[in-house]
Every structure is written in structure tokens, then in C-alpha cells.
């Protein structure tokens, strides 16, 4: 017997069990700040900006379904290169685009040849007299794209509210043997595979960022180092710091090298879904990365991170490993031993239960990015634009400021003064 | 960039965006036309015609499980050779019949081995004193069969409107060296399996008969002459005409030969769910071939086709196919890049979004089967007896008009003028 | 034509069909006797009782889920050696504990490492200041646990009425050549695969115990012999018994051999979930088996059965087999064939349909346990104390019943007179 009790009528025993889960309430998530659907508040406010939705290798003359948002859309390019993103089913009688074909200036049914452009135009109907007489009634549903940095973004809010699409002061201006890559491989959160999806809500992995003490704990002392090396690693010296910022929630932690140096690491969280952190190699600099949490629907997400390389050098993505095996290596007893982002996070299920939540103070980027969300999304409700929409030309570029600064002139880390190792 | 797009308040750029997604309302099906589960009002009116349900081969002393107008049933043949169609669950305790064991007079259930006929009464309880002293209380619900033309038709309406099966000139009369021979395979739908199944509504693919633009596009222009070779199609030289008739909705359309002769072919969609053609592939006469949409649920389809044959001739099913390969040889992306009539059908969705459509001239057809299926209906919601249900025997049988008719003698189709090439 | 009927305006055939599935009522089960969730009033009887969950192996350091009266939890065992049930959410911010990690003392959770006890007591928050402060705010849900007879054992009731565990006869004061077995393998009921779990209602399985015909219909007639040969079956000569007992329902029976011998069989169900048998090889005395029909949730159940056994004598699990062979090594094709229990419960759905089932004399055991088990949440309801349930430490050790009681002193049994033959 490993568990002694004894009924309340002995008088002998300890009193009554406490705490059991017998009578638990159904915990509830907080759909404000989570869900994304058409007509949310949170799916509102993410559709004022400009949204990274493929990358654009993704758009092909061959097209191909995608979920943004909650929304079934069909990604496809025209023969003059021009990507276009349309409502599924056709505007006639409704077959999908998915069997259409691409031609020159769009895309045709394959059920009745209506041909539409990228930006839903019918162009022809070619079963009717004359090629359809009213070909401007059957427009089809389509959304604005533009490519930069590798990457197709979509606008897909109200049309008139449609702001310039920003560049990053980062991935501009770049040397000669620099470029720009982008990829969906969600590799921090798990898969290598092209456009990996995880099965989260995209809160549970953009609170990451702002999650110092995860790295500790699940990178480190659960799973051994997933990712940078034990002998690249510093203390953690003095507390982490939050800030509200005017684009997001900032965090700043400050660590010591044995040898004297030491090194303030500045992390992000940008309005509405973009993420920065700096170097997880403790590289010095600004990190000429971005990652973005892009909403599949309420409980998917696909991860595109774009970053600025130099051909002479290999690409360091940052990917979770456990003895030189990548996750999609792993088999699924292994992943459940050395679990990373991607276990943590779906690990909370689709939308993580916010009434059962115990936080505390180390919560306090996470409480504060919620909060930050919330009053953004207020903003819009209430009429307005939120933080980071922008209609000015002249503030088209966006400064980056995340990234590890060395308070010496080396930018070559010395091996590590004491690392959290009572827990590995 | 591909699309520069500029906010109205700048007052330099191209109008707002007209058209986006943003904001659409979600479609909506008719339910009237399409559900056809018990109680509906499209059921009830399928309901009231003996619906074929199976082949004949289908009915085994091997029960098997089936689906048919969203009620599932088990069919079985006892081992006098009499087919039954019973509900699943035995009335004594509800295990299904499907591991019931067929006997010469009925099917015994498993569990206590209660045995029902083919009309439901229970024949016998075992474990029961004297075998049962009220057998009559415990009637399996049952349907009512017939088999003719190699397939089982089965009676699922109210009992006292039960009509006479209907026989079809086309299939009465053969010759010494002609037979009869039906198969569920789905041929021109897609796949060659055994009870192929579509997973659309019955009228995704009911419309396709009196859609002949499709034909056009989809099997000569999009996927390249998926039926008739491209030199035996002759031009659409007038325009194709639609009538109502008594039983259905009659399409004719005319073409003409290089060589002068003039062919006219007969289409038709026949209440509830019977679809007749013209021979593909321009065989002059009646095409002694009739189609059969029938519904397995409100979002599946089996499609049962019943051919008469000359013995000493090959089997020339309809059969899509591309550089000779059938569909179900082809891989997901040779289907994608070469789409039929299931891409076409099952590409609208489980059911289609009527409201969502822009219906035009060549959808006239689709336009009037709809609203004589909705009338056929309200006739029947008025207590009324349906167009083709009979129950007089000297009008058993049917007189089946579809089919080509050359105006000259010669049967053999010579070289096409013109096809609508300019799409291929 | 198998099946000639006429339209009663013809007045020259046949009245109308009767009986057929036209117009059927959609069918309902009991909800009362059947449901088993937290606050279901079934649900809240079974939990004022141990409940056996999983093996004693089971329960490893690597966390397991569980689903039990569908709730869905952790297992684990701490390196102290202590099983632990807990809410699979973390208190904290709800990441699975299946990714936790079990140390000497409790599971520390994988994404900011807090850690709890069996008794769901946080012991540590590592990140925060002093490794917490409040750490009895953040009591993780959890269930008492005992181990006995090689069996887990949790309760997951109201902790002021949490009874002792009981103990069994069969069980206790073991020779030295003895010991007691508990497998989970659903043998019975199918699958020989680990923690076997069934899709159908746990009220289906137990009822199985007071059917007695079922045995001479599925197991013998049926499907030939799949319990006890031929040779030593007995015949049913007198009418079976039925009774109440205090803690559940009892069924007597009696057969005779042709050498002159009576042999008296009990079975029982007690309560809630306890299945007793006589041996189905006809071995005389007690049977030294108990089953538990565990429900995982409503419609899935897991058998747990406990055996005390002879060192040197094979392990005798009833196990239903055709031909040699074991359930699991059978064709599905071989067990639509040759059903056996599996297939007659989970053949009556996930819950079966009271209302459509056509009760008789035979069915008597399965109406009175009904009976029973609807007077026992009664008790429950109206706040008192279920059969079973006890307090008190002299009365913990159950006397079970259940076995054949031979009338002469021989226990080899011998070829039986005469067996149901007639339908084999």
C-alpha cells in the first residue's frame, strides 16, 4: 500500500484528501487574445497588417491550397509571374481553383473555363456568348499580395484600411556576398518539413520569446542542451527585464563571462505576430533574424523566419537537437524524453486552458505580451489603428534592435562560469 | 512588387480595393434539392421510385453493410436465393446483423440467435421457451426488394404509396446474342473500384448530364478529349436546346460533319435520379445505356449504370482516361493536373454553395432540372404522386429517347470540322 | 422478381407492407445507467468506489495517459516507487505532464520545471525567486492510488466518502506455490494486445454476465466451441435463477452429465463494475478469477481481470479462439465469421439503443442488473452510501461466491450427454 487513508468516521487517521481532481470545474482558454477567425477581435486585429503568408517558392503555376487564418484560400502564380491568392470556389458554380489552370494573365476552371486574375477579375467565360457579357458580376474573392524577403504576404483586412508593407532595416542594403532567406520549416518548434504546421495556437508559441526561463529548464536541464553548446553558455547575473515598448513588449537579460565580459541579450515580441530574439549562439550584434507566428487557424500555426546570411557561410538556422539528431529524426519515444518548443506548446493542446493557469513572477514577459495583445486589439474595436500600422512612405523601414551586446570587443564567447547544472 | 497599392488618404494611388474576401459572408446549400436523409423533403420524394441500391452480386449469404439515402442497412441474400435489406441492429438486442449468419429462410442474429426473413418477421428465438411464444412483436424493420437488369432495387417509401418497378424498352427484348450487364464502379465519375463512392451531393453530379459546356471544357479543352478522341467530335454548330418534359428535363444539341451530315443527340435527366446520355463516342441509335445517381448519403454518391451488350462486342464503358491511363492509375497530381468529372464534382464540396454562384446561359440545363426537382418536390409535400411513379401495369414499361441520330445513313463519324481547339 | 406486392388500388394483391424501416424513430439509450463523465449520475456512483485503472506495471517512471470515466490523466511512478494519477495539465501553464520527468520524489514538468508530488503538492518552481513562495497555491489535481493483487487501484470520488479497499478471499492467504496474476488484455472480449480497450459501453460488457443464452447461441452454435470443447459441455436442465443479491445480481445454473453428476454454476455482477464467473472449462469450486469492466469513457471500456494461479500449472486465460486460433490472429473477414464477444457488444454500438430492444425471458439477468444498477444511483443521489462501499476494517475482505459445485466428488469432467447441437 503506498497511499494510506482513512475515512473521517476512524478518527484515526490523517484528515481528508485535499486538492483532489474530483469535481474539477472545465477549464476555459480566453478566446480574445487567441482566436483568429474572420469577425474575431483577435482575428481582426491581425488582418490590419500585412501577413507573411508562404514563402514565394510556394506560389507555382501549379496551385496549391493554404489556410491562413482560419481561411481556405488557393495560392497560385499567373505565366507573368505574379502571385495571386482567390476564394477557393470558382464564382460560377463553385469547383475548386485547385484543379484550375495557370495561364498567362490567371487562372482558369477547370469545370467551365471561367478565367480570373490575381486579383479576382473574370476575364473570360468562354462557354457563353461573346465570352460572358457581364464578367465584371462574377468576381472572384481574392487578396492583395506582395512579395519581399523571399516571402508572399497577404493583406487580408478591410480594404481601406490597408497599410504600406514594412521593410526591416535588417535585411536591407545588403553587402555583396549577403542574402536574404526565408524559410516555413518550423525549426525551433520541431519539423524540417516544408511548410510545417504545428498544432497550437499561435499565443502558446509567441509567448515563447518572451519565456526566459524555459530555455533553462526545457533546453537545458530536461533535454540537454538542445541549443547552444553547455561551454557557450553564461550565467544569468541580474533579473530579466520587460518593457512595454511602442511596437510590443521587449526583454532584456544581462550575463557574466567568467572572464569579465558581459553580455545584454535584448529579445522581442513585435505587434502583431512577429518575434525576435537574439542570437540563441550568443553570437555579438543585432540578430538578422525574424521569425513570424503565423495563425493557421485557431489551433495551427506555421512558423516563417526570415533571415540575412552571408554566402561564405553556413547557413546556423536555429534547430533543437539531442545528440546530433534533428526532431524529425527523433522517434516519438524520444521526442517525449528530450522534449522541446514543439512538445512544450502542442503539449498545452490546441488553445491552452487560461482559467487553469497558476502564473508567476518569472510569467511576467508572458503576462505583459497578453496584455500588450488585448489593448491592441481594443484599439481596433474601438475604430482605431493599432501600434505598427503605417501609412507613411518615410516610415516604411522598420529598426530591429534585437541581439546580444558584449560589453568587450570579442565576439568569441569563452566557456561558460556556471550553467543552471543542478537540474541537467 | 507586384501589386503597389496606396492608403486613400494619400490621395495618389488607384482606388481602394473592390472585391477582397475580407468580410464575405458564408455560403449556404439548398436544402430542399440536395438532403435526402428520412423525413427531408428531397428524401421523401426519392423515397416514393424503387431506387436501385446494389448489384445483384452484391447480395451474398455473406451480410454486408450499406449506406444508401443516409440510412444504413445491411444486405443479405438467404440461402433460397432471396435478397433482404434490414435494418442493422436486431430488434432483440440491437448486435448487428452483419455478423448474422444466413440460413435458407432468413439471417440469424449472432448474439442469441434470433432469426429474421427477408421481410423482418422473426422466424425464431432459441433461447426462449418453445422457441418464442410472440415472435410477431419483434419485426426487424425491413425494405422491400426486387432484382432486374442484374440490380437490386429496393423500396423505401411510405408502404401504401409503394409504385410498380419500372421496366426500360432499351433492356427488354434482347436478341439471342445481347445481355444485360450493370456495374456500381463510378466509371466516368472517377474510380474503378468495387461500390465506388464520391463524396458529393447527388446533384453535384445529377447537373452534369445537362451541362454540355463542361464536356467542352473540361474533357476536351482543360483535359485534353478525356472521352471521344479529338477527331471524332464534331462541332457545336446550333445552340443547344432544353425543354421540360414529363418525366425530366430533355436536352438537344446539333452538330454537323465536315462531310456534310448532321447529327442530333438526346440527353436526359429523368426524376428522381436517372441520367441518360448520347453514346460518347458518336455511335449513331439509341444509347442503350442508363445512369442511376444514386444517394448514399447527403454528401456521397454511387453510381450505378445499367448497359445493354452484344455478347461477340467489348464491354465500352464510359471511361475517363488520359494518354490511357484510367483514374484510378493516375497519381494525385496527375489527377490535379488532368481534372475529370470527379475533380469537377467533388471539387464544389460535400454539398455546393448555391448561394455563392453566378448561374449563366450555358447553365440553363443545370438551372431548369433544379426547379423541376423543386416542383417534383412541393407535389409531393402536397400529398400528390410524383412524375414517373406508376402503378399501372400496362405502362410498366418505359420508352428511353436518348441517343444520337445522324441525318445520313452512315453511322461511322468521319473527321471533325472543328473543335474548340483554341483552349487545348 | 423475388418479391411480387401490388398497389393496394389494384384490390388483387397483398395488403400493404408492415413493418418496414419507412418512418422508423431515431432510437435512444438510457443515459442514466450508461454515462459515466464527472457529474453523470452513473459516473458519480462508480466513483465511490476503487476503481481498478491499470496494471501495477504500468506504472513506470515514464509517464503514461490514461483515459479513466472519461477523464484523461497522467500515470507515473516516482523512483521512490510510489504511483501517481495526476490532471495531465501542469498548474502552472499546462504543458502535458507526459513530458515530465519522474524523480525520487515526484514529476517535474519539462517547460519551467516545476515539480509535484503523488499527492499533486508542488515542491519546486525553480525560476522563481527561492525556488517559489507560494508553492501550496499551485496544487496539481490528482486521485489516491493503491496497489493490491497486481493492480493499480484509484479513487476518483468525493474524498470525504472515499471507502477502504477491499480485499478478496480468493485472493488472500496464499500457498506457497500460489500467486496472483492481473492482465489487461481483454482477452474475453478480443484482443490480446496491452491495455485492450474496447469501443463499446461498459453496461454491454457487464451485462454479458447474466446472459446465459448468449453462451449456447454466439460461443457454441454459432461460432463453434469458442470457450469449452464439445466433449465438456453439459446440457441446460434446468431453468436458469436469477437473484438479488446484497452487492449486485446472481445467476444460478444447473446441468447434468451423462454419467449421473450435477454440477451448479453461479455467475454474479456486483457492484459497480465487478464480474465474477464460473469457470468455463467446468473445473470444479470457486473460480478464482474476478473481471472489471472499467469504462475508459462512454462508449469504450478496458477489462482488467485478476487470476490466482499455480505456480505449476499454465496460466488458463479464458480466451475465446476458433481453430487455434486467438482473436488477434484472426482475418477480420474470420471474425465477421466466427463472432464472439467482441463482436456482439461492440456490434451494438457505442451505447446501444434501449429503446428499440424487444426484451424477453431470457434477457431476464440483464433486466435485473439494470434494475439493480439504477437502484444503487439512486442510493447515490439521494446521499447515501452504494452497496459495497465500506468503512469498516473488519468487513474489508469480500467472500466471492462464484464457481461450479460438483454433486459427485470426480472433478475431471466427462463427455457431455448431449449439447445445442442443432444449430451448430
Not at 47 to 67: K, N, S, V
Not at 104 to 122: A, E, L, S, T
Not at 214 to 222: E, R
Not at 287 to 304: A, E, K, W
Request: charged share 25%; hydrophobic share 30%; with cysteine.
Amino acid at each position: 500500500m503506498n497511499d494510506i487513508h482513512h475515512h473521517p468516521d476512524q478518527n484515526n487517521g490523517p484528515a481528508v484528501d485535499i486538492g483532489t481532481a474530483y469535481g474539477m470545474k472545465a477549464g476555459t482558454h480566453d478566446p480574445f487574445i487567441t482566436e483568429v477567425g474572420p469577425g474575431t477581435p483577435c482575428g481582426e486585429w491581425m488582418r490590419r497588417y500585412w501577413q507573411p503568408i508562404a514563402l514565394a517558392t510556394d506560389a507555382t503555376t501549379t496551385p496549391t491550397e493554404i489556410r491562413i487564418l482560419g481561411e481556405d484560400l488557393i495560392l497560385f502564380r499567373d505565366k507573368q509571374g505574379r502571385p495571386g491568392l482567390l476564394y477557393p470556389r470558382c464564382a460560377h458554380r463553385g469547383t475548386s481553383l485547385l484543379y484550375g489552370r495557370c495561364e498567362d494573365d490567371g487562372i482558369r476552371c477547370c469545370y467551365h473555363g471561367w478565367k480570373f486574375d490575381v486579383q479576382g477579375h473574370c476575364l473570360e467565360q468562354p462557354c457563353e456568348p461573346n465570352g460572358g457579357s457581364k464578367l465584371e458580376l462574377a468576381r472572384q474573392p481574392w487578396y492583395p499580395l506582395q512579395e519581399q524577403y523571399g516571402v508572399i504576404w497577404a493583406y487580408m483586412g478591410p480594404p481601406d484600411k490597408k497599410p504600406l508593407l514594412q521593410k526591416y532595416d535588417i535585411f536591407e542594403d545588403l553587402e555583396p556576398d549577403e542574402y536574404i532567406d526565408a524559410t516555413d520549416m518550423g525549426r525551433s518548434t520541431g519539423g524540417l518539413g516544408k511548410r510545417f504546421i504545428s498544432p497550437c495556437n499561435w499565443m502558446q508559441h509567441q509567448e515563447n520569446v518572451l519565456d526566459p526561463s524555459h530555455v533553462h529548464i526545457l533546453h537545458v536541464a530536461f533535454s540537454g542542451y538542445q541549443l547552444a553548446g553547455k561551454s557557450d553558455r553564461p550565467t544569468m547575473d541580474e533579473p530579466w527585464k520587460f518593457e512595454y515598448v511602442e511596437d510590443g513588449v521587449r526583454e532584456t537579460n544581462v550575463s557574466y563571462y567568467d572572464d569579465g565580459r558581459r553580455v545584454e541579450r535584448i529579445f522581442q515580441c513585435r505587434f502583431p505576430n512577429e518575434k525576435r530574439a537574439a542570437d540563441p549562439y550568443f553570437r555579438a550584434g543585432k540578430f538578422h533574424v525574424l521569425g513570424f507566428t503565423v495563425p493557421v487557424d485557431d489551433t495551427h500555426i506555421l512558423v516563417i523566419t526570415i533571415s540575412r546570411f552571408k554566402k561564405n557561410q553556413p547557413q546556423l538556422h536555429v534547430q533543437l537537437n539531442l545528440g546530433g539528431k534533428a526532431w524529425d529524426q527523433m522517434t516519438p519515444e524520444e521526442r517525449r524524453d528530450t522534449p522541446g518548443d514543439y512538445e512544450a506548446q502542442t503539449g498545452q493542446g490546441g488553445i491552452t486552458l487560461h482559467s487553469e493557469e497558476h502564473l508567476a513572477t518569472s510569467d511576467r514577459g508572458v503576462v505583459m505580451w497578453r496584455r500588450a495583445v488585448r489593448k491592441q486589439i481594443e484599439i481596433v474595436q474601438a475604430g482605431g489603428d493599432p501600434a505598427g500600422v503605417n501609412y507613411d512612405p518615410a516610415k516604411q523601414t522598420v529598426i530591429v534592435g534585437n541581439g546580444n551586446t558584449f560589453s568587450t570587443v570579442s565576439e568569441v564567447p569563452v566557456t561558460a562560469k556556471k550553467v543552471v547544472d543542478s537540474l541537467v
